[in-house]
């Protein structure tokens, strides 16, 4: 069984076990004193750029894989979103904690860029049509296929405790965007996020349907958990996600990061569904992915109609940029999913070693 050292109030991010020397420092720095510096601040800068600058050397999947790097941006977003247990709030807009996020935040951004095509020159005319030929379903069988088919429970449960890190706070990232939008594409945002926040009903909130799934698979869903066991490409799915959504420059990229996420969903949810079922999982873990597959088919009709296509509409400028969005979307699914079942087809488990043993099986609550 997998313990935690950190105590979580249910509702903050447990402050995560440190990754390398950046993410050391940066939780001696959140857990010290806010009112007198800690000794590490200085420090952070200068371990930053070192990761950054190491990581680099290897190309832009290293970086989006170095777990230092990732954990630091996870750890300095999260103060925008719940915040750390145990971390005084205060440290939110620390101008020196933002320097080291905007360095990290260059970085990743200049990684997602190398990581994709570069659409430059794209025409606003053609970015819908781009979007429905980027998300084609893909040929080759995928994770969502390995899950529908062959997987075990476990490893179903392996795939919550990695998507955990986002879908606890399903929603989110994007709704940053909201204030930086205007007159029908903003319009369509809300549509679309008002569904993601249950439209009113709590317990249709997909955070929390999500939660439940957990619970239904015997996990532990208190919001930040399984941090320690979530390998850094996953950490960096959702820090490029909140780079999208905290930066208005890249409005245009959280609308197409947005649009492909909900044009690619409802055929993996459908075979997610399948896959539990075919395994007699409870209701309670299938309600989410159920809840998907009706949602999205209306999403994705939103996303690239009114919301992308409306966007380039408005401010043609941005047609690279919602490309961008969309492409790292399915970039860094693609590196996700492809070492998920990479892992599993050789025995493995797909999340993080914390002590480097051999393959464990995810602590049930
Ligand atoms: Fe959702
Ligand atoms: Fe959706």
Not at 72 to 81: I, Q, S
Not at 159 to 166: E, H, K, N
Not at 178 to 184: E, N, T, Y
């Amino acid at each position: 069984m997998l313990s935690f050292t950190h105590a979580t109030d249910g509702s903050r991010m447990p402050v995560p076990s440190a990754r390398g020397p950046l993410t050391d420092a940066l939780s001696a720095v959140l857990l010290g004193d806010h009112a007198s510096t800690p000794d590490e601040l200085p420090l952070l800068a200068t371990l930053a750029k070192s990761a950054i600058h190491e990581a680099a050397a290897h190309g832009p999947e290293a970086l989006v894989g170095d777990d230092d790097v990732q954990l630091a941006l996870t750890m300095l977003y999260e103060l925008h979103y719940r915040g750390l247990h145990g971390v005084d709030d205060r440290w939110e807009w620390h101008t020196g904690l933002l320097a080291v996020r905007l360095c990290l935040e260059q970085a990743l951004e200049a990684a997602l860029r190398a990581l994709v095509d570069d659409d430059a020159g794209t025409s606003a005319a053609d970015v819908v049509a781009t979007l429905h030929e980027l998300t084609e379903p893909a040929r080759k069988p995928g994770l969502a296929s390995y899950l529908a088919r062959r997987a075990e429970l476990e490893q179903f449960r392996e795939l919550l405790v990695v998507r955990s890190v986002y879908h606890l706070k399903e929603a989110d990232p994007h709704t940053w965007a909201i204030p930086r939008l205007a007159g029908a594409v903003k319009a369509a945002m809300v549509e679309i996020q008002t569904d993601e926040y249950g439209g009113g009903r709590p317990e249709w909130v997909h955070a929390a349907l999500f939660a439940q799934s957990m619970r239904a698979l015997g996990l532990d869903d208190s919001y930040g958990a399984y941090v320690d066991l979530v390998p850094a490409t996953s950490l960096a799915v959702v820090n490029a996600m909140s780079l999208f959504g905290l930066t208005r420059r890249l409005r245009g990229a959280v609308v197409g990061h947005l649009a492909a996420f909900e044009m690619t969903s409802t055929l993996p949810n459908k075979r997610y569904a399948q896959g539990l079922r075919r395994l007699d999982a409870p209701d309670e873990a299938i309600a989410y992915f159920d809840e998907h597959v009706e949602a999205d088919a209306v999403h994705e009709q939103i996303a690239a109609h009114d919301l992308a296509g409306g966007l380039v509409r408005d401010e043609p400028t941005l047609a690279g940029d919602v490309l961008l969005g969309a492409r790292v979307a399915l970039a860094l699914d693609t590196l996700v999913s492809d070492a998920m079942v990479a892992a599993w087809k050789s025995g493995r488990s797909a999340l993080r070693s914390t002590t480097g043993g051999a393959r464990r099986r995810v602590a049930t609550a």
